[in-house]
């Protein structure tokens, strides 16, 4: 609907948190799922500190469990793929609401209107009204659904 290229869903490695998802335009990761922003490495590679260091650990049993953390974040990754076609336009909405930025071209949104749709001034020249709506509507929707996230985290 929106030729969104950014996207926020649960995270499948911290169902507490978000992840947050993009879609490059341009390079060799050009229509693939990547972590936003791109300087996070959480998702995109397994850093040496994230892994635990155990002196005693045999080298072996270090490996597969580099090679273990790697496959779970390559299948979360299809997952994410996954769910984003599945719902593409929720997943845009979410990401806007939560990050207060276009859901198009990843800018910051400052006007009220832009926050609205999700959608910065620049992105949103040409659309129909009703797409406006449901944009906003897909919006408001994915405040509630983090207001109700929040509210059991508190009770």
Same mark, same amino acid.
């Given at each position: 609907?929106?030729?969104?290229?950014?996207?926020?869903?649960?995270?499948?490695? $911290?169902?507490?948190?978000?992840?947050?998802?993009? *879609?490059?335009?341009?390079? *060799?990761?050009?229509?693939?799922?990547?972590?936003?922003?791109?300087? *996070?490495? *959480?998702?995109?590679?397994?850093?040496?500190? $994230?892994?635990?260091?155990?002196?005693?650990?045999?080298?072996?049993?270090?490996?597969?469990?580099? !090679?273990?953390?790697v496959a779970a974040i390559?299948?979360?990754?299809?997952?994410?793929?996954?769910?984003? #076609?599945?719902?593409?336009?929720? %997943?845009?909405?979410?990401?806007?609401?939560?990050?207060?930025? !276009? !859901?198009?071209? #990843?800018?910051?949104?400052? $006007? %009220?209107?832009?926050?609205?749709? #999700?959608?910065?001034?620049?992105?949103?020249?040409?659309?129909?009204? $009703?797409?406006? #709506?449901l944009l906003a509507d897909?919006?408001?929707?994915?405040?509630?659904?983090?207001?109700?996230?929040?509210?059991?985290?508190?009770?």
């Open positions: 609907m929106t030729e969104s290229r950014y996207f926020a869903v649960p995270d499948l490695l $911290d169902p507490a948190q978000m992840s947050y998802w993009y *879609r490059p335009t341009s390079g *060799r990761n050009a229509g693939q799922l990547a972590p936003w922003p791109p300087r *996070r490495s *959480r998702w995109g590679q397994l850093l040496t500190k $994230d892994i635990p260091f155990d002196p005693v650990l045999d080298p072996k049993r270090y490996r597969h469990f580099v !090679c273990g953390q390559n299948i979360a990754k299809g997952q994410v793929d996954v769910i984003v #076609g599945r719902d593409p336009d929720t %997943a845009a909405a979410r990401f806007a609401a939560l990050t207060i930025r !276009c !859901c198009r071209c #990843g800018k910051q949104l400052s $006007d %009220a209107r832009s926050k609205i749709h #999700g959608v910065g001034p620049e992105c949103r020249s040409g659309m129909s009204a $009703d797409l406006l #709506g897909a919006v408001r929707a994915a405040h509630g659904e983090y207001a109700r996230t929040q509210e059991g985290h508190h009770a």
